[in-house]
């Protein structure tokens, strides 16, 4: 199975302030159509995880512009260009690329 | 609109087998693309991916859980079913079902139930 490993697992971020989530994968994750089979998710207290991130860099509909993926192979970043108070939540990474699926162990961003 | 929306027992004992409904309305199963996943939670912890099926009917599992998993479809129900033989203590969490439709441009698990709660215990 593809590990996946996420630093921080805790974030506390003060609003306004950018930040910055790192995900890596034991193998690429870069299928030979040239697609990063990573998906970034946000689960809110008391709720099921949301799709943010697609593809490694598609943004889902809704999801604000504020959040950007990045990142090829086995590294990937998703950044929040300015943190607001409702982004509070664990965010976790997920490979798609090989069954199974399997995800990071979450990152935890708080509010300072 | 696409809903899913899972059912179970709340409690079951161990090494029973549980049995858990994902029933969704919005979209169909005999759309090519289309994918469901079962995936859980136990309390406080990570996520962690189940199993899935396709439209076509294929099957994947958890390399660790294989052995306890089966995944079907009901299409004219509008139903995936996940079942979990022998169930113990590690299997106490919060399953959830999710969709992806690969005929649609957001490639991804787009849609997710509220999820329901399940604890092993004697």
């Known amino acids: 199975d593809i590990v996946m490993t996420q630093s921080p697992l805790s974030l506390p971020v003060t609003p306004g302030e950018p930040a910055s989530i790192s995900c890596r994968s034991s193998q690429s994750l870069l299928h030979s159509i040239g697609k990063n089979y990573l998906d970034w998710f946000l689960q809110k207290p008391g709720q099921p995880p949301q799709l943010l991130i697609y593809?490694?860099?598609h943004r889902a509909p809704g999801v604000p512009d504020r959040f950007s993926g990045s990142g090829s192979g086995t590294d990937f970043t998703l950044k929040i260009s300015r943190v607001e108070a409702e982004d509070v939540g664990i965010y976790y990474c997920?490979?798609?690329?090989?069954?199974?699926?399997?995800f990071g162990q979450g990152t935890k961003l708080e509010i300072k | 609109q696409v809903t899913l929306k899972e059912s179970g027992p709340a409690l079951v004992k161990p090494t029973q087998t549980l049995k858990l409904t994902c029933t969704f309305s919005?979209?169909?199963?005999?759309?090519?693309?289309?994918?469901v996943t079962w995936i859980r939670q136990p309390p406080g912890k990570a996520l962690e991916w189940l199993a899935r099926?396709?439209?076509?009917?294929?099957?994947f599992y958890s390399t660790s859980l294989k052995t306890r998993l089966t995944i079907s479809k009901d299409t004219s129900e509008n139903r995936v079913v996940l079942t979990i033989t022998n169930v113990g203590p590690d299997d106490t969490g919060t399953y959830f079902c999710?969709?992806?439709?690969?005929?649609?441009?957001?490639?991804?698990?787009?849609?997710w139930g509220q999820g329901t709660t399940v604890i092993v215990s004697s």
């Open positions: 999710a969709r992806m439709d690969g005929s649609t441009v957001v490639y991804g698990l787009d849609v």
């Open positions: 997920m490979q798609a690329l090989q069954v199974p699926h399997t």
């Open positions: 099926i396709d439209w076509n009917g294929d099957r």
């Open positions: 593809l490694g860099s």
């Open positions: 919005g979209f169909s199963f005999t759309t090519p693309g289309v994918r």
